[in-house]
C-alpha cells in the first residue's frame, strides 16, 4: 500500500518539478524580453556572438546539408523511378528540405553545435562568478552576456537552415541529375513549377525562427540556473541539447499543422 | 587590418549568404511571379470543372501556355466561369477554339486543353471561349455504362 502512495508521490513530484521549471523559465523569458532591445545598444556585442554561434557552425551545416540532399536525392530516384515519376525528384527534394528538413535538421545541429557551448559558457561564467563580479561592476549581465548570445542564436539559425537547404538542393541536383541521368530542365522546371514562395519557402523560415527562437531561449536559461559545479555544467549542456530537440521537434509538428495540414 | 574587423567582415558575409540563400530560393527557384504569367485574360464556362483548380496548367498541343486564374460560380448559367492566363507569346488562338478539360495520366491532375479552331480572328483579352467540354467524371460515365447495358 505505501509503496504504491510513494510511487504516485513520485509522479507527482516529478509533475510538480517539470511544471516549476516550466514556470521559471517562463519568468526568465520575460525578463530576458526586457533586455533585448536595450542590448542592441551594443551591435559590436552581439555581431562577435554571431561569429560565435553561426559562422563557426557553417561548416557542419554546410557538410551534413549536402549529405542530406544526396541521401534525398538517391532515395528519391529509387522510389520515384517505380512510378516512372523521376522528373519529379527536383521537387521532391526541394520540398522535403524547404519545408521541414532545412528547418529541423539544421536546428537540431546548432542545439548540438552552438546551443551546447553557450550553456556550457554561460555556465562556467557563473560557476566561476563571473557573472556575480559583473553585478558587483553595476554591469547587468542579462544586458551583457546573455542578451547578445540569445540574439546571436537567434539569428544565426534562420540563415543556417536557408543554407544547408540551398545546399541540400544543390546536393540533390548532383546525385540526380549529373550521376543518376535525371533530366535537368525538369528538375529545375518542377522546382520552378511547383515551389511556393511565400508558402513553402516563407513557411520554411518562420519556421526555423521559431526555432532559433526556442533554442536561444532554452541555451541561455539552462546556462543560468545551471549549479555551479563541473557536474552542474555537464547536466546543463545535456539539458540544452535534450530539451532544444525534443521542442524544435515538438514544435515543428505544430507548426506545420497550422501552416500545410488540412 | 584587425582582428574585430576580419570578424566583422565575416559576419556581414555570412548574413549577407543566408539571406541570399533565402532570396534565391524564394524568387528564383519558387513559382513567384511566375504564378500570374504576362499575358492575356480568357474565359470559358463549363458545366463541371471536376478536379481542376486554381494555377492548374492550359496546354496547348500538350505544352503548358497558360494557368488557370480562378474559377467563380456564373451567377445565371450556374456554370464554373474559369478565367485563364495564357502568356502573350500565343496570342494568335482563333476565336473558335475549343477548351477541354482533361486528366493527365489515369489518376493524375486536371488541366484544360486548347484545341485551336479556324477561325481568321484571334482570342483577345477578356474574350471568351464559347465552346467547352466538361471535366469526364469517372462515375458518371460508369453509370451511364450501365444503365446502357442494362437496357439492352
Known amino acids: 500500500m505505501n509503496a504504491v502512495l510513494n510511487s504516485i508521490a513520485r509522479l507527482g513530484r516529478s509533475v510538480l518539478d517539470g511544471a516549476q521549471h516550466a514556470g521559471s523559465?517562463?519568468?526568465?523569458?520575460?525578463?530576458?524580453?526586457?533586455?533585448?532591445?536595450?542590448?542592441?545598444?551594443?551591435?559590436?556585442?552581439?555581431?562577435?556572438?554571431?561569429?560565435?554561434?553561426?559562422?563557426?557552425?557553417?561548416?557542419?551545416?554546410?557538410?551534413?546539408?549536402?549529405?542530406?540532399?544526396?541521401?534525398?536525392?538517391?532515395?528519391?530516384?529509387?522510389?520515384l523511378s517505380n512510378f516512372n515519376?523521376?522528373?519529379?525528384?527536383?521537387?521532391?527534394?526541394?520540398?522535403?528540405?524547404?519545408?521541414?528538413?532545412?528547418?529541423?535538421?539544421?536546428?537540431?545541429?546548432?542545439?548540438?553545435?552552438?546551443?551546447?557551448?553557450i550553456t556550457a559558457e554561460i555556465a562556467l561564467m557563473k560557476t566561476t562568478e563571473q557573472l556575480a563580479a559583473l553585478e558587483m561592476m553595476a554591469v547587468d549581465p542579462m544586458r551583457r552576456v546573455i542578451g547578445p548570445r540569445f540574439w546571436g542564436a537567434m539569428i544565426s539559425v534562420p540563415l543556417l537552415a536557408a543554407m544547408f537547404s540551398l545546399v541540400g538542393i544543390v546536393g540533390g541536383y548532383l546525385i540526380g541529375v549529373v550521376v543518376l541521368g535525371v533530366d535537368g530542365s525538369s528538375y529545375w522546371g518542377q522546382i520552378h513549377e511547383q515551389m511556393e514562395a511565400w508558402d513553402d519557402v516563407g513557411g520554411g523560415a518562420i519556421k526555423s525562427l521559431a526555432f532559433g527562437a526556442v533554442i536561444a531561449l532554452i541555451s541561455v536559461y539552462e546556462g543560468c540556473r545551471a549549479e555551479p559545479t563541473a557536474s552542474g555544467m555537464a547536466r546543463a549542456t545535456t539539458q540544452t541539447v535534450v530539451l532544444s530537440s525534443l521542442a524544435v521537434l515538438g514544435l515543428d509538428f505544430v507548426m506545420t499543422a497550422f501552416m500545410f495540414g488540412a | 587590418m584587425n582582428v574585430q574587423r576580419g570578424v566583422e567582415l565575416v559576419v556581414g558575409l555570412f548574413v549577407l549568404a543566408g539571406i541570399a540563400a533565402l532570396m534565391v530560393m524564394a524568387l528564383q527557384w519558387s513559382n513567384f511571379g511566375s504564378s500570374r504569367v504576362a499575358g492575356y485574360e480568357v474565359t470559358a464556362r463549363f458545366d463541371n470543372v471536376g478536379g481542376l483548380t486554381v494555377k492548374s496548367p492550359v496546354k496547348l498541343a500538350g505544352l503548358t501556355i497558360g494557368r488557370v486564374d480562378s474559377i467563380e460560380i456564373h451567377a445565371e448559367t450556374f456554370q464554373a466561369e474559369v478565367r485563364m492566363v495564357i502568356d502573350d507569346q500565343y496570342d494568335n488562338l482563333p476565336t473558335d477554339s475549343f477548351a477541354n478539360i482533361y486528366t493527365s495520366g489515369l489518376l493524375g491532375s486536371q488541366y484544360v486543353e486548347i484545341s485551336p479552331g479556324g477561325a481568321l480572328e484571334s482570342l483577345e483579352d477578356g474574350d471568351r471561349i464559347t465552346m467547352t467540354q466538361s471535366a469526364i467524371i469517372l462515375e458518371s460515365m460508369v453509370s451511364k455504362f450501365l444503365f446502357d447495358k442494362a437496357k439492352e
Open chain 1, 85 to 117: 515519376a523521376t522528373e519529379s525528384l527536383g521537387v521532391m527534394v526541394a520540398l522535403s528540405l524547404v519545408r521541414e528538413l532545412g528547418p529541423v535538421v539544421a536546428a537540431l545541429l546548432f542545439a548540438g553545435r552552438a546551443g551546447s557551448a
Open chain 1, 25 to 79: 523559465m517562463a519568468l526568465f523569458a520575460i525578463e530576458l524580453a526586457w533586455v533585448l532591445i536595450p542590448t542592441w545598444s551594443r551591435p559590436r556585442d552581439i555581431l562577435q556572438q554571431v561569429y560565435a554561434a553561426g559562422v563557426l557552425s557553417l561548416v557542419i551545416i554546410l557538410v551534413a546539408g549536402g549529405f542530406v540532399g544526396l541521401v534525398l536525392g538517391l532515395q528519391g530516384y529509387n522510389i
